[in-house]
């Protein structure tokens, strides 16, 4: 191997790698790899790298070689998969150059009480995709343009995705936001001090209601008042 004749290096280190002994000698197998890697054959790396980690998931060295070549490839789904299974443990070293920022948004999550628009920021060289019906983003899901999203009155949740260039995709993050407009909903106090939670106007009439979002046919108890 050392002395550059990666072909019969391989086929020695091959069978050796086969006999008992050598099944578990795993700093063997990543020599096989470099001798697979340096005479261009690798489809015989990713195999042998497999190999190191069915034996030992956290050897560190085959993670990194193994998330070299998926790169050099644009093989962006078994990337991702890598990057997601060792991103946030004792290898997260391996595959920290090849991780995707996640998506940020304008707005803070929470409850408001104006208009909100909504938009997104990524790395550069990445497009953001997102849902609304809680399904999980991908690249046949929205594609955000770059315009402010304005958000519906009600209660709203987003799962957004960061997309690089060859496809490699960020960790999912979920935004929920609550938008309930200051003309259709008003606190005040009874007789009693009892906080009531809402008023809703409909047609020239109001509609007090004990329930928190409640709506007029769903109020639990009513009083109709003319204005």
Request: charged share 30%.
């Amino acid at each position: 191997y050392e002395e550059g004749n990666y072909g019969d290096a391989s086929s020695y280190l091959s069978k050796a790698s086969k006999e008992n002994e050598g099944k578990k000698n795993l700093n063997l197998k990543y020599t096989l790899y470099r001798c697979y890697e340096s005479s261009g054959n690798e489809d015989e790396a990713v195999n042998v790298l497999k190999d190191i980690l069915s034996y030992d998931e956290n050897y560190e060295d085959a993670v990194k070689a193994l998330a070299d070549i998926y790169y050099k490839k644009e093989d962006a789904d078994n990337l991702t998969k890598l990057i997601r299974k060792y991103q946030d443990g004792k290898c997260s070293n391996a595959v920290k150059n090849y991780i995707v920022k996640e998506p940020s948004a304008s707005k803070e999550p929470g409850s408001y009480d104006d208009d909100v628009e909504l938009k997104f920021t990524c790395d550069s060289g990445c497009v953001v995709y997102y849902t609304t019906d809680g399904k999980e983003p991908d690249i046949k899901s929205t594609l955000y343009d770059g315009t402010a999203i304005k958000l519906e009155t009600g209660t709203t949740k987003i799962k957004a995705v960061s997309v690089n260039s060859i496809g490699v995709y960020s960790k999912v993050v979920e935004f929920e936001y609550v938008v309930v407009l200051l003309q259709e909903r008003k606190r005040f106090i009874i007789h009693n001090s009892f906080t009531i939670s809402t008023k809703f106007y409909y047609n020239r009439f109001v509609w007090y209601t004990h329930q928190r979002w409640g709506g007029r046919e769903k109020c639990l108890r009513m009083k109709k008042t003319k204005w």
